[in-house]
């Protein structure tokens, strides 16, 4: 279905011929509003979706797939902490500029394509402080902030890329 016929269907529904007629805004602003609801519900951050999160259902990947993407953002690397137990590196990588949502993320450390792990605020703590979960160039973690993502790393070794898959904003609607 085309923008055209788009229109044409949501008149058919308003029916237009007991109601006034709408600026092509107005129509922009309905059909960009009810896509981005949509996805929202999807994903479980609608207040009224019982799922959290993409990974929950096969029928949300499927009905969202065509928004998923791959990037490798230019990765900035920190100076090492050293802790009680041990030394880690902070790396951070900037959101892509179509970013919506998180899927996953594999870094590539010295050869090795291995999966990050989620850690929040929260668990920073207890996980730096514990000798059998600290990060290391095979067991990395990462923490979503405002512009990007924080990866915590082991000490030494090169940090090749990281590989993000995301969900991307969805394309805008526009009948001009």
């Known amino acids: 279905m085309n923008a055209v016929e788009l229109r044409d269907r949501i008149d058919y529904y308003n029916d237009l ?23 929202d519900e999807e994903l479980g951050l609608s207040k009224d979706s019982p799922r959290k999160g993409f990974q ?62 989620p850690m929040d605020y929260n668990d920073s703590g207890p996980l730096l402080d514990n000798t059998f979960m600290k990060p290391t160039n095979r067991k990395t973690y990462y923490n979503e902030n405002a512009t990007g993502l924080t990866i915590l790393r082991g000490t030494g070794g090169t940090f090749t890329s990281a590989t993000l898959t995301y969900l991307k904003v969805p394309a805008t609607y526009s009948l001009s």
């Open 17 to 39: 011929t007991r109601s006034a007629r709408f600026a092509f805004s107005d129509y922009n602003n309905v059909v960009n509003s009810v896509i981005s609801d949509y996805v």
């Open 56 to 117: 929950v259902s096969q029928t949300s990947r499927d009905r969202l797939h065509t928004l998923i993407k791959t990037a490798t953002p230019a990765i900035t690397n920190g100076t090492v902490i050293t802790g009680i137990y041990g030394s880690y590196t902070p790396c951070t990588i900037p959101y892509p500029a179509d970013y919506q949502n998180f899927v996953q993320l594999h870094t590539l450390i010295d050869g090795y394509t291995e999966y990050s792990r």
